[in-house]
Structures are given as C-alpha cells and as structure tokens.
C-alpha cells in the first residue's frame, strides 16, 4: 500500500516549452501532496505544498507563475514548468500524505527533467 | 525556521567497520526520519522516530532520536557494500497552520563502503 505515481520519469524539452509532471496517490486519498526539486548532489528542496481543492503555497523564493500547480483531486497533483529553461532542470520528486497528523509523506519515483 | 545538519556530508568506509551519522535540527520537531536514496532513485523511507528515546533497528542499522539534544543519530553495524547509498534525515515541523507538518531535509550522508 502507499504507492506514489510519477509521469513522465523523465523528460528532455527545448528552452521556452512547458512540462507537466502528474503525481498520482495510487491507493489512498491524498489531502496533501508535496512537491520538492533537487539538484545534483544536494538535498531536497521543498517547492511548495498542495492541499487537494485549494491554492498551494510556495516556498519563498519559488516563482509561482513558473511552476503551476494544480491539485484538483485527492488522488492527483500536477506541476508545470512554464517557460522551461535550461536551469529548471532537476530531478523532481513528490509526495504524498493522508491526514496531516499522519506520521509519513510517502515519495514519487521522481521525475528528471532536462532543458536543452 | 527548522533547520536540519547532518555530519558528516561524505563518509568512506570499509566493510565491516561501524559508524555513526548524526542530524542536529535547529528548533523543536515532533517526528525525525531517515531516507535512503540510491542514485538517480527518489526516497526509500527507513525510519520514522516518533518521540524522545526511540529507538528503532533494521538489519544493519539503527536510529535513535534525542530530543533534548536535538540530536538522531543513524548508526552502521558492520558495513556491507549494499548499504553504499546517500542518507538523508529529515525534521518535521510541529506547528499548526501554513506549512504546518512539512519536512526539512538535511544536506545527506553520501556512504561509500569499500571491500
């Protein structure tokens, strides 16, 4: 149990297209799914967080207008890259919980994304 | 703000050997967890600590939590080759509101263990 989907795995795009990576809670309903970008060899860092039926909110220093996200079910969040740039590419990993006070997030298989 | 630190970033060892990984966070956190990540894979979760004292084990490694020192440790019992991997902590916010529950990831333990 506690499966956590990612599509693509991985995608390469020209400079100035946009990218949409879905993430799919597979048997269990997700209030809340996080959305993290990391670069090589270094840590996780948190983008934003999605509450299912609501706007997220963004870490600072994130570009909302940049990384659209949608969480329009419990079972489904989506994050795109606008305007993709040689410098958004990063391995893009999210996850997912339950009820809040739920002890785990459980985590995507990630998705690499390269802007040539 | 939450911050998390992890010592050491790198660590070499040879199999057989023990040691030790440590994670300090910054301000108090109700709930410390250790990640795996294999390179080019997401997160494999290993331990959740859930209060002062925890102590938790799995094969060849353990996970304490002090919350009084702020302090987990991730401990390696006779190091295989397989546990070769980065080793992430992570601190969860206990506050209630926006951003509430959120994890703080330290940098990670890259562990490379040699025959």
């Known amino acids: 149990g506690a499966v956590v989907s990612q599509h693509p795995s991985w995608v390469i795009c020209k400079s100035g297209t946009s990218v949409k990576i879905e993430c799919r809670s597979l048997d269990f309903q997700a209030t809340t799914m996080f959305w993290y970008r990391q670069f090589p060899k270094q840590s996780l860092m948190l983008m934003a967080t999605s509450n299912e039926g609501s706007k997220a909110t963004y870490e600072q220093g994130v570009e909302k207008d940049k990384f659209l996200i949608n969480h329009a079910s419990l079972t489904l969040s989506t994050l795109t890259v606008t305007s993709a740039h040689p410098e958004d590419s990063s391995f893009y990993i999210c996850?997912?919980?339950?009820?809040?006070?739920?002890?785990?997030?459980?985590f995507g298989p990630g998705t690499r994304l390269t802007v040539l | 703000e939450l911050k998390v630190e992890q010592n050491p970033l790198f660590l070499s060892m040879q199999e057989g050997k023990n040691y030790t990984i440590y994670c300090n966070y910054s301000t108090t956190s109700d709930r410390l967890y250790w990640y795996r990540q294999d390179p080019g894979k997401s997160l494999e979760s290993l331990f959740v600590?859930?209060?002062?004292?925890a102590v938790k084990q799995e094969g060849r490694l353990m996970a304490s939590l002090d919350t009084k020192a702020r302090l987990s440790t991730l401990h390696i019992t006779a190091a295989v080759h397989d546990l070769s991997a980065t080793y992430f902590c992570a601190a969860r916010n206990s506050y209630s509101g926006a951003g509430s529950y959120q994890l703080t990831f330290g940098k990670g333990t890259k562990l490379s263990v040699i025959p």
């Open positions: 996850s997912a919980r339950t009820a809040p006070w739920y002890n785990e997030q459980f």
């Open positions: 600590l859930l209060s002062n004292g």
